[in-house]
């Protein structure tokens, strides 16, 4: 139990252009998902918090505009980097976390390249 | 806000050997500590956590210690085994669900068996 997936796995896109990253839970509910981006040979950043049916909470220095999330239902978030450029590019995990634990359980990752 | 400190950044060791891994943290507040296992390109993986109301916590050949007074806890893998090679991360939360609880990693460490 307790898989979350993550599509897609990798993509490339051009620089301007916006990329939706969906992820899920698949055999649980998740009242709240974190978004997070991993740069090579580094640590997981939290980006932002979602909790289903409301807003978002971004991390200091996270752009909202930039990084839209939707978490529409208790199984599905999603991260939208809109206008995309190089520097975006980056491992994109996110995770997700049933209610009253604290056990996050990570998707697979997206890794996203932006020429 | 907290602040998780985690040490060595690298650890070679011989396969046979145990390996330590030593992480701090700063909010005294905290009270789950979650230990991730990283294979290059792959989703991290919860290998092994502990409560604050648990000063010690052993499955096989992991285990992880827990210091209240000092603010650490520490990762120990006995009879280490090539595939044990990958980087490790702590973690540190805050309560239960909510806006508590979100996971502040440490910067990992990346461990490497010998055969």
């Known amino acids: 139990g307790a898989v979350v997936s993550q599509h897609p796995s990798w993509v490339i896109c051009k620089s301007g252009t916006s990329v939706k990253i969906e992820c899920r839970s698949l055999?649980?509910?998740?009242?709240?998902m974190f978004w997070y981006r991993q740069f090579p040979k580094q640590s997981l950043m939290l980006m932002a918090t979602?909790?289903?049916?409301?807003?978002?909470?971004?991390e200091q220095g996270v752009e909202k505009d930039k990084f839209l999330i939707n978490h529409a239902s208790l199984t599905l978030s999603t991260l939208t980097v809109t206008s995309a450029h190089p520097e975006d590019s980056s491992f994109y995990i996110c995770?997700?976390?049933?209610?009253?634990?604290?056990?996050?359980?990570f998707g697979p990752g997206t890794r996203l390249t932006v020429l | 806000g907290e602040n998780v400190e985690q040490h060595p950044s690298t650890l070679s060791v011989q396969e046979g050997d145990s390996a330590v891994i030593k992480c701090t943290y700063s909010?005294?507040?905290?009270?789950?500590f979650p230990w991730y296992k990283q294979e290059l390109g792959k989703r991290p993986q919860l290998i092994i956590d502990i409560r604050s109301n648990v000063g010690e916590k052993k499955d096989q050949r992991i285990a992880v210690t827990l210091n209240k007074t000092a603010k650490h806890f520490s990762l120990h893998i006995t009879e280490t085994q090539p595939e044990d090679s990958a980087v490790y991360f702590c973690?540190?939360?805050?309560?239960?669900?909510?806006?508590?609880?979100?996971?502040?990693f440490g910067k990992g460490t990346k461990l490497s068996v010998k055969p």
């Open positions: 909010d005294s507040a905290s009270n789950y």
């Open positions: 979602s909790n289903e049916g409301s807003k978002a909470t971004y």
């Open positions: 055999d649980f509910q998740a009242t709240t």
């Open positions: 973690a540190a939360s805050i309560g239960y669900g909510g806006s508590q609880g979100n996971l502040i």
């Open positions: 995770s997700a976390r049933p209610q009253d634990y604290n056990e996050q359980f």
